[in-house]
């Protein structure tokens, strides 16, 4: 389903599968970054532009450029650190959770939110 969604351009998908063989960062004076600057580094511009800014902006409604990543996603940062790859961190929490007793749905069948018929 990836490979064919028209959400990123072949050379942008490419760039995000890049994320597998970055290293991960090194520790330089200023510790914290924009996560407009992260997410270029990890995954490039067309995933700031098509993915992360609509995402923020709808968030937090404000310049990616202008957020901390360790205030607004702490969690992306420490996935970086420990796995060297967003992708491959999602990878294998994704297949963690898969083989957990744990992972099966629970609660009510239906959510909490309600909608109108085709509404």
């Known amino acids: 389903p990836f490979l064919r969604s028209p959400i990123f351009s072949w050379f942008g998908k490419l760039r995000l599968a890049a994320d ?63 796995h060297r790859s967003l992708v491959l961190a999602m990878w294998r929490q994704r297949r963690k959770m898969r083989h957990s007793p744990n992972s099966q749905p629970s609660g009510p069948r239906y959510g909490l939110f309600v909608s109108l018929d085709q509404g």
């Open 20 to 82: 597998l063989v970055l290293p991960r960062r090194r520790n330089t004076s200023n510790p914290d970054e924009s996560l407009a600057h992260f997410v270029r580094r990890r995954l490039g511009q067309q995933a700031l532009e098509r993915m992360a800014q609509p995402m923020v902006g709808g968030i937090y409604t404000s310049d990616p450029e202008e957020l901390s990543l360790q205030a607004t996603m702490p969690r992306f940062l420490e996935m970086e650190q420990q």
